[in-house]
């Protein structure tokens, strides 16, 4: 997969990017916001990351259940796409967060 900072930066190795820890990770409009990782976490999180081919969000949340990694979803809106895929992800979103809470992923 390819992975960029935030400047476009082109990452080939994320464990040589020089992450100390990980606060947030977004993707599309997804915000994952972390909370009290440790190094152990970190460096999980960077191994997923780099390992995976197709990155599937809910692949992704599953993982951080399982491994205990606390973590809270939200939803990020996105000006470059329309009102109506906004909405439609943000039901999406919350649609996730509900399964979250109640266990069901």
């Known amino acids: 997969m390819n992975w960029v900072d935030d400047?476009?930066?082109?990452?080939?190795?994320?464990?040589?990017?020089?992450?100390?820890?990980?606060?947030?990770?977004?993707?599309f409009w997804f915000r994952v916001k972390f909370k009290d990782l440790s190094d152990i976490d970190v460096s999980s999180l960077l191994n997923y990351l780099q390992d995976t081919t197709k990155f599937d969000i809910l692949d992704f949340l599953e993982w951080l259940i399982i491994r205990k990694i606390n973590f809270k979803l939200s939803y990020r809106y996105l000006k470059d796409l329309g009102l109506l895929f906004n909405l439609k992800s943000l039901m999406i979103t919350l649609k996730l967060k509900l399964q979250i809470k109640m266990g069901v992923m």
């Not at 400047?7 to 993707?27: R, S």
């Open 7 to 27: 400047l476009n930066n082109k990452i080939d190795n994320l464990h040589l990017a020089g992450f100390e820890t990980i606060e947030v990770f977004e993707w």
